[in-house]
């Protein structure tokens, strides 16, 4: 899925995973070819067939898995399709169209992974920022990032709101995201919460001496949202929350592409759930989370942790992360964000898993310490810098109170 | 799923189907009703609680269905909860996020209805035609209509195009819709495309005497189509076929709500499949091609027929239409359009199933004619003129030689 030479030159490859108990895998994969392409083939005439060659799609590979006395539903393979990009503009809903428009209500189809040629790709300006511009930002040079999220935000008035905020940010995080589940509202409605939450921020750095992105959820109607989030910046906001999957990734490709909207974009995973789980149907995570995200310009990605309560395998959770850094892909990395269930004490496995490129992100997690959410955040400093210095984590524990609190209430997995 | 009454004031009502083995299920539906909405609830001070319960979600219902000795993987809860309207603003990416948001992830769980209060409701203009809209502007009053598909498009010229709109046009279609994967592209772009189909249309009026709707495909990048329609529109466009799913409902419902857009759109269901086929996971057909399309404004929602090569089944068909036409939904109701392996022997059953509000629709049976594209939408309207007419297809086709040509091709299935 990943060192893809990008590409076949004109043409896009996109791989599905087909399954049925008596196909011939490689007729069906010719049907797809044709079918969603020029619609016939072998009945034109020879001269039609000139003219048509160049929008026609092609095979490229098909591999059965069809293991002896396989059961009922085990029999599949994964095939790949060339895509002609003559075919289809240069934007994500015509891809996605293309290639899985029709073909995803045509039995038990997933779609795998796409493979743009690095021609298409130029359409796309990408993440504006990725890993290096976020890390300029903050002046983070190497350390693995935190973000924190607010432990509740329905029902809050600004003061609410502001009082949460200064405490996380107290607490040394680098990143703190509204929820995905706030929209405008007359209690925080957007300008005064950027206004009020980046005061916060100002009032934190003084102790702190440290900057802080703070995501406000960009929401509202599609046609608003370039208006809204230019609001928020002239009201302060150096960051976006963005719910890519309930507005179509066009939507925030377009976000990310306007250079008046200078600041980095976190794409939240809401909705996912209803794409990438089942083995029969969908988009893999990979190509949703991953890829799609990616291309579509989120400078950080968020998705569900393998280590929490709302689980994604620990496989998929790693390809998703190789699609985002994947260096063959002619565009700036997001940072991943494994997301849900995380605790200081996790902080060897996660760093262990994804690396030093990764934001460390919790909410539970820095609201349930014992002493507040200011030594939520501390304790996961700690264990962060612990590890980055290759110390034991409940060794480490011994000698700073918060981490030594939050490894009590949580424990401790080592890598 | 239908016949609700729109609904509790304030809230909407979402339906889970919830498969797990061992979980009780009533504490599982506090555990959203409560984390969908304020977070936390038994922890909270009594006096945060007073402000609070107007932000709460509410357990409506618990449905298990646990029967004896169960298989694993079997045993599922169907649960209903209210979520507060007060906590999301008026627009269906906050409506799904807020119910299907991070939910969507979390374990087997599909999004099986939603009911919203008539007061969010208010907030949608719907369908501008719907079916009442769509007839009046053909003249058509009571017969089901006839919709054809071009054969191909991709590669084609204008003149291609035009030949193939006009011997369509010929056979008494009332819609023709462009291919859901033609693009904006150099042989065929939007306003010359809509110039010729547009005048094919005027041409073959002259023969049959009749209005025809051509429904263009809408595509580009999200904050041009409204400008793309309307430039569609001044060069003649008469109605839009637009792949809502792949931009977000909210984009088609802006579309919708548009005044200087004020001719009707057909939803594409490309993209469903990575949905609705799951029992495990995604949005149920009925409310994904159904509710939903209808709350963003289709006047024609196309899905996979229960008949053809994509299928669905009857059911689930038959629910979607039941969504698309619930009385008790306070608007327009579009026109189910099943589609996919559709051919005049097909008629009877089509019309047994839905009625006379649905619209034939064919590409493969309009084209695929021994005689040519005319005489195949020519076989389609004797088809269903002789079912209006309470006649049997294999009498009426000896006196009607499309039909009976098409009769001997493709057979008949008598309702």
């Known amino acids: 899925m990943s060192n893809a030479s990008y590409a076949k030159p004109g043409y896009t490859l996109a791989t599905y995973r087909l399954y049925d108990d008596k196909a011939d895998f490689r007729k069906k994969a010719e049907g797809i070819a044709v079918g969603l392409t020029v619609g016939s083939w072998t009945d034109l005439p020879e001269v039609t067939r000139q003219k048509m060659e160049k929008h ?37 809903p015509a891809l996605l169209v293309t290639v899985f428009g029709k073909l ?7 779609l795998l992974d796409l493979q743009p040629s690095a021609e298409f790709l130029q359409a796309f300006s990408g993440p504006r920022f990725g890993i290096a511009g976020v890390r300029e930002t903050l002046g983070v040079d190497k350390r693995p990032l935190l973000m924190s999220i607010f432990k509740s935000v329905i029902g809050y008035d600004l003061d609410g709101l502001r009082e949460q905020f200064l405490q996380q940010a107290l607490g040394g995080v ?19 919460r950027v206004e009020v939450c980046v005061d916060a921020a100002r009032e934190a750095e003084k102790t702190t001496g440290q900057k802080l992105i703070y995501f406000t959820n960009l929401t509202g109607p599609t046609s608003k949202l370039r208006e809204n989030a230019r609001r928020a ?118 760093l262990r898993d994804f690396g030093h490129d990764v934001v460390v992100n919790a909410g539970g997690g820095v609201h349930g ?22 110390r034991d984590l409940a060794e480490a524990a011994k000698e700073h109170e918060e981490l030594r609190i939050a490894v009590e209430r949580w424990g401790v997995r080592n890598a």
């Open 56 to 92: 026609l799609g092609l095979v490229v590979d098909v591999r059965p898995h069809e293991p002896e006395g396989a059961a009922p539903g085990e029999r599949y393979a994964d095939i790949t399709i060339a895509y002609p990009e003559l075919n289809f503009s240069r934007d994500l």
């Open 104 to 110: 995803s209500m045509d039995g038990r189809i997933k």
């Open 174 to 192: 680098d990143l703190i995201k509204d929820d995905e589940i706030l929209f405008e509202n007359p209690l925080t409605p957007l300008e005064r």
């Open 233 to 350: 910046i002239d009201a302060g906001a150096n960051g976006f929350l963005f719910n890519v999957l309930s507005y179509g990734y066009d939507a925030m490709a377009e976000l990310a592409a306007d250079s008046g909207i200078n600041v980095p974009i976190a794409a939240h995973p809401a909705l996912a759930g209803a794409f990438y789980p089942s083995p029969y149907h969908g988009i893999a995570a990979p190509l949703l989370l991953g890829k799609l995200t990616r291309i579509a310009g989120a400078d950080l990605s968020l998705f569900p942790s393998p280590y929490g309560s709302v689980v994604m395998p620990k496989e998929e959770n790693l390809a998703v992360q190789a699609a985002l850094i994947d260096p063959s892909l002619p565009l700036r990395a997001p940072f991943p964000v494994p997301s849900a269930g995380i605790h200081p004490g996790l902080v060897p496995l996660i």
């Open 369 to 390: 310490h014992p002493l507040g959410a200011a030594a939520g955040g501390r304790a996961f400093r700690q264990a962060i810098d612990a590890v980055l210095a290759g």
